[in-house]
């Protein structure tokens, strides 16, 4: 059994920041790119930030500049540390990791989603 389990996420002010955590728990062997996702109401979820095991960073056009995104591979832990946040960023966001907990296949696996809401 394997768990992402998010935690941060809450209500910011335009502007503000926020450090959003996820963490793989359970039978976990070996952890490829894990990753950020979000989805805003009436909208298709979307790739926000990816890392690889080796560090190599993806961002969305729309967070590059503001969001970081980092990864504690002795824990199986990444972080999302967002700065000037705009009400568009108002989303549910969702951790992935492409894992495996035997070292031969590699799945997909997806955390249960922590809001997040920019509002004044």
């Given amino acids: 059994q394997v768990q992402l389990v998010e935690s941060g996420g809450g209500l910011v002010q335009p502007g503000g920041s926020l450090r ?9 062997f070996a952890i490829n790119a894990m990753g ?3 989805q805003a109401p009436g ?19 729309s967070v590059k500049g503001r969001f ?12 999302l540390q967002m700065n000037s946040l705009k009400p ?3 989303a549910v ?9 035997t070292g031969w296949a590699y799945y997909d696996y997806w955390g249960q989603g922590t809001q997040v ?3 004044s």
């Fill in 36 to 38: 950020w996702y979000r």
């Fill in 68 to 79: 970081t995104i980092s990864r504690d591979n002795a824990k199986n832990t990444v972080y």
């Fill in 93 to 101: 966001y969702y951790c992935n990791a492409d894992l495996s907990s």
């Fill in 88 to 90: 568009e960023d108002t």
């Fill in 117 to 119: 809401t920019v509002s």
């Fill in 20 to 28: 959003l955590t996820c963490a793989a728990s359970g039978s976990v």
């Fill in 43 to 61: 909208k298709q979820r979307e790739l926000v930030a990816a890392i690889t095991s080796g560090g190599s960073t993806n961002y969305a056009d």
